[in-house]
T-cell receptor, first 113, second 115 residues
Framework: GNSVTQMEGPVTLSEEAFLTINCTYT??????LFWYVQYPGEGLQLLLKATKADDKGSNKGFEATYRKETTSFHLEKGSVQVSDSAVYFC????????????FGIGTKLQVIP | EAGVTQFPSHSVIEKGQTVTLRCDPISGHDNLYWYRRVMGKEIKFLLH????????ESGMPNNRFLAERTGGTYSTLKVQPAELEDSGVYFC?????????????FGEGSWLTVV
């Protein structure tokens, strides 16, 4: 079956530090990959996505590249801000069939001033 | 355009009581999903509606959970009777089509605490 593995955290960084949250996946076929973010007290928001190998998703300074050879979709940001403090979920959606998103466990990020 | 809306946003009930969660998908979205995140765990799929039909309910934990989508519009998820382990955040989501490139939009979640 499908699975997503990501670091559990929490991750604590100082403002302007570089962020990497690792994500690897197991899936058949060619899934689409996503990062969702949940800010404190809010719902899940789509942060970025990539639908095929070597695609790079980007949004709000965050980037992730779909690496089929390493089955990875690591999230990066060059300079984090306090407002980036949230829980980040890596997810996949398998190609074909009906949509059922498989999520990772979520990584809590805390950015301190 | 309104997003996926869920009600209530928070609910605290006693073990053995009943709770009904409601989800209004984005207008025109035939696909509606329920997910749940128990504290510290992954967000897990519960079920998927296509219009008013249950396409996949393989994630429903047991028969204390009942989901409906009358008329193919809003959906309800009833938990009866609630148990302590049902506490968590229940997310509803919707999408327009079923192709893998379609985006699934999530609501803000209904936070359920069973005491």
């Amino acid at each position: 079956g499908n699975s997503v593995t990501q670091m559990e955290g929490p991750v604590t960084l100082s403002e302007e530090a570089f962020l990497t949250i690792n994500c690897t996946y197991t899936a058949t076929g060619y899934p689409s990959l996503f990062w969702y973010v949940q800010y404190p007290g809010e719902g899940l928001q789509l942060l970025l996505k990539a639908t095929k190998a070597d695609d790079k998703g980007s949004n709000k300074g965050f980037e992730a590249t779909y690496r089929k050879e390493t089955t990875s979709f690591h999230l990066e940001k060059g300079s984090v801000q306090v407002s980036d403090s949230a829980v980040y979920f890596c997810a996949l959606l398998n190609s074909g069939g009906y949509q059922k998103v498989t999520f990772g466990i979520g990584t809590k990020l805390q950015v301190i001033p | 355009e309104a997003g996926v809306t869920q009600f209530p946003s928070h609910s605290v009930i006693e073990k053995g009581q009943t709770v009904t969660l409601r989800c209004d998908p984005i207008s025109g979205h035939d696909n509606l999903y329920w997910y749940r995140r128990v504290m510290g765990k992954e967000i897990k799929f519960l079920l998927h509606f296509v219009k008013e039909s249950k396409q996949d309910e393989s994630g429903m934990p047991n028969n204390r959970f009942l989901a409906e989508r009358t008329g193919g519009t809003y959906s309800t998820l009833k938990v009866q009777p609630a148990e302590l382990e049902d506490s968590g955040v229940y997310f509803c989501a919707s999408s327009q089509g079923t192709r893998s490139g379609n985006t699934i939009y999530f609501g803000e979640g209904s936070w359920l605490t069973v005491v």
